[in-house]
Nanobody, 116 residues
Framework: QVRLVGSGGGLVQPGGSLRLSCVAFGSIDNIYAMRWYRQVPGKERELVASITRGGSTMLSEIVKGRFSISSDNVKNTVYLQMNSLKPEDTAVYYC??????????WGQGIQVTVSS
């Protein structure tokens, strides 16, 4: 059974930093990419960042220059380094692993609150 376990969220002041981690436990074959999404109440879940197994990364325009994504393929772990956080970054963050062409696994959600 596959489980994605995330950590690292919390309350931070504007301008602060947080690092989210997500570990994939269990047997996952043919990982294509690992991603971070976020969602606020009343809005659709949006893609924040992704990294392929080969190391190619993508960041959404709203976080580019402030966030970075990295991974440890041996540990099946993906990280999201968030700097210069803004109140509008407040959301529940979800990690996602894509196996093969279509299989998706989701983490439990990590609350990030940016407030003074």
């Amino acid at each position: 059974q596959v489980r994605l376990v995330g950590s690292g969220g919390g309350l931070v002041q504007p301008g602060g930093s947080l690092r989210l981690s997500c570990v994939a436990f269990g047997s996952i074959d043919n990982i294509y990419a690992m991603r971070w999404y976020r969602q606020v109440p009343g809005k659709e879940r949006e893609l924040v960042a992704s990294i392929t197994r080969g190391g190619s990364t993508m960041l959404s325009e709203i976080v580019k220059g402030r966030f970075s994504i990295s991974s440890d393929n041996v540990k099946n772990t993906v990280y999201l380094q968030m700097n210069s956080l803004k109140p509008e970054d407040t959301a529940v963050y979800y990690c996602n692993v894509q196996s093969g062409a279509t299989r998706m696994y989701w983490g439990q959600g990590i609350q990030v609150t940016v407030s003074s």
